[in-house]
Nanobody, 124 residues
Framework: VYLMESGGGSVQAGGGLRLSCEVSGDVYSRYCLAWFRQAPGKEREGVAAIDNDGTTDLADSVQGRFTISKDNAKNILYLQMNSLKPEDTAMYYC???????????????????WGQGTQVNVSS
């Protein structure tokens, strides 16, 4: 399973970034996909997930600010992040699993397949 994130960087609070995750073709249409993040000293948490029916789920902390989506033509998973806050600072990871009961369950779970991560820094 090939997962490669990009798009991280440094931004001031209130700004936005779009993360991308290139997904191998044999995975893209059959797997549930998600974005997780891990801040220093904290546990990894699920930020947003999308199941293979296209149903999405977002953590309460990012509702109204982040959007997860897929470009089916390019096999790319996106995370559009707006109104960023310093507490959004973390390493962001793309994750995939061959099946999931729902996007909600997947976001709260422990996926098997991970990308290398992309760092997001939000300054106040």
């Amino acid at each position: 399973v090939y997962l490669m994130e990009s798009g991280g960087g440094s931004v001031q609070a209130g700004g936005g970034l779009r993360l991308s995750c290139e997904v191998s073709g044999d995975v893209y249409s059959r797997y549930c996909l998600a974005w997780f993040r891990q801040a220093p000293g904290k546990e990894r948490e699920g930020v947003a997930a999308i199941d293979n029916d296209g149903t999405t789920d977002l953590a309460d902390s990012v509702q109204g600010r982040f959007t997860i989506s897929k470009d089916n033509a390019k096999n790319i998973l996106y995370l559009q992040m707006n109104s960023l806050k310093p507490e959004d600072t973390a390493m962001y990871y793309c994750a995939a699993e061959v099946a999931c009961p729902s996007a909600y369950v997947f976001r709260l779970g422990r996926p098997t397949n991970w990308g290398q991560g992309t760092q997001v820094n939000v300054s106040s």
